[in-house]
């Protein structure tokens, strides 16, 4: 099977700093892979080089290749705004903006000029996916900022979704929330496989255990191994990626 | 000698609480000052008729418009220029040696006296650009005198604009100018909204610079390119010129009233919006 998302030898620099250190890696099509590692193993810097985040902030210098669909999506000419319609986000921290839980949701389609009915259609489509519609269904027009964390994270998922983006990347979603909402999220996740690509670091093995078809373990920057999920963690190839999922450090 | 803890608490108490008591006391004490002798002459026809014998009698009416025209004029080309000069510092341009130079050189500009901008307007607007003593030469000038404040305020409001919402925002597939409109500029309004009152209120009560660029002429002006005289410059003349003490106390209600009016209505129009939005 084609690979939705390739790296090929990609190293990401911060300041001089290595923070990814020569990663190459095939990511499935409609499969969850599920990243996991300690702190600073560079998980967080692999997911915001695939839709291009790292480069907003000063000081970022990458090296390699990654591919999407075959093209190199750091090829001068490649049209950033559309990737990140293609490779949506989800951020560790619900970040709602200021606005109604509706205009939240269609904040990324209006950019694209889609007006009218149609938004409807997609908040209701987007909010449904996201396990959200029935508790917001009878205040669309109440400010997100109401919500609370573990809606405002379905919202963001929502809002994602609303995109009609090909891959999702979701950095830690989970991090802040209670069991209820992270058990709703990942029932999502389970759901939306089917039409997506997703990717999913987190800093609970648990959680990538129970979604991931496949997980890669980071470390320092590099990849230490990749593989099915079940595979991983029943009989991990390398000493390190069994010393951390079974919790002798992290 | 070590002082108890329980009386430097109470000294620092009772020196903070006599700090706000003693501003509040010079606010309050100005204002009564003002009204008790200039509400007596106020009236609508004082407002709105026009004055007769160099102001010692009739109205103030030219001067009125005066002082909303200067203002409005000011404001209405130094925001546009401030607020975005404001986000090209703080969106568009990373913090440089250049970002540094322009922030240096807002700041001075905040500094010079009035008088300075009044003598510059003369020069040039005055006479190098032969547009006379007129609304247009003091408007103009005014604006560049607000100019440095409403360019420090819209980008201190820019900048407390939360750096996750430009993340979401890029994240959602915007571009650099689709997050400064849908998620900058409402977000920093309030803030942008002070800059702009502090602005109204320097230029309304701005004298100095407004007699050197347009003018102090007492009759109605009919276009943008005639001479007016501001409340300020009104009352400035009546009392310095000894003409009517009591219609200059007029004059000068009149400017409080509208001042506090400004930013009764600026407060309004802020909790409205933020009401809305939350």
């Known amino acids: ?26 990511l499935p099509t409609n499969r969850i892979l599920g990243i996991i590692g300690p702190a600073s193993s560079g998980k967080t810097t692999f997911l915001r080089a695939l839709n291009r985040m790292n480069e907003l902030q000063p000081g970022f210098t990458m090296a390699g290749l990654l591919l999407l669909d075959g093209q190199d999506i750091y090829a001068p000419d490649f049209d950033v705004v559309a990737l990140r319609k293609r490779v949506g986000m989800v951020f560790a921290l619900p970040v709602p903006l ?38 917001v269904k009878d205040r669309l027009q109440t400010s997100a ?19 009609g983006p090909e891959v999702i990347l979701l950095d830690e979603p989970c991090s802040g929330l209670d069991p209820i909402s992270t058990a709703k999220i990942e029932e999502a996740l389970a759901v939306l496989k089917s039409d997506y690509t997703i990717v999913l670091v987190t800093n609970n093995t648990k959680q990538a255990a129970r979604v991931a078809d496949e997980t890669a373990f980071f470390l320092q920057g590099r990849l230490v191994e990749h593989g099915p999920t079940q595979t991983l963690f029943t009989a991990p190839r390398d000493q390190r990626t069994g010393d951390y999922i079974t919790g002798r450090f992290g | 000698m070590r002082v108890h803890p329980r009386y ?23 204002i009564f000052f003002v009204l008790e002798k200039g509400l007596p002459v106020l009236s609508l026809s004082f407002l709105f008729t026009n004055p007769q014998d160099m102001g010692r009698a009739g109205g103030i009416l030219p001067t009125l418009i005066g002082t909303v025209a200067l203002p409005v004029l000011a404001l209405a080309i130094a925001t546009p220029l401030g607020v975005g000069t404001a986000v090209y510092l703080t969106e568009y341009t990373r913090e440089s040696g250049l970002t540094k130079v322009i ?11 009035s008088i300075i901008f009044g003598l510059f307007g003369f020069i040039f607007f005055v006479t190098v650009l032969r547009l006379g003593w007129s609304i247009l030469s003091g408007g103009l000038t005014l604006a560049f005198m607000v100019l440095p404040t409403i360019i420090r305020t819209s980008e201190e409001a820019i900048k407390a604009v ?34 702009v009152m502090l602005g109204i209120g320097r230029s309304i009560g701005e004298t100095a610079a407004v007699i050197f660029t347009a003018g102090s002429s007492l009759r109605m002006p009919h276009s943008v390119f ?20 009591q219609n200059a106390y007029g004059t000068a209600a009149a400017l409080i009233i509208a001042v506090l009016a400004v930013n009764l209505t600026a407060y309004w129009l802020m909790n409205r919006f933020i009401a809305r939005r939350s």
């Open chain 1, 1 to 26: 099977m084609e690979a939705k998302i390739s790296a090929h030898d990609l190293t990401v620099n911060h300041q001089g700093l290595p923070l990814l250190d020569d990663v190459t890696m095939d």
């Open chain 2, 226 to 245: 005639d001479s007016v005289r501001t409340m300020s410059v009104h009352f400035y003349i009546l009392a310095r010129e000894g003409i009517s003490n």
């Open chain 1, 98 to 135: 200021p606005m109604s839980i509706h205009d939240n949701v269609v904040y990324g389609p209006r950019l694209s000029g889609v007006r009218g009915g149609r938004l409807d259609e997609l908040v209701e489509k987007s909010l449904r996916a996201a396990f959200l519609w029935e508790e």
């Open chain 2, 103 to 113: 922030r240096f050189g807002t700041d001075c500009l905040a500094g010079i006296p």
């Open chain 1, 145 to 163: 900022l109401r919500l609370s964390g573990g809606q405002q994270q379905r919202l963001c998922l929502a809002r994602t979704l609303a995109l």
């Open chain 2, 8 to 30: 430097t608490q109470k000294a620092a108490l009772a020196l903070l609480g006599g700090a706000t008591l003693l501003t509040v006391a010079v606010l309050v004490f100005i």
């Open chain 2, 162 to 195: 939360p750096a996750s919402y430009r993340e979401v925002s890029f994240s959602l597939g915007a571009t650099r100018w689709q997050t400064v409109r849908k998620v900058i500029l409402p977000n920093a309004l309030p803030g942008i909204v002070t800059g």
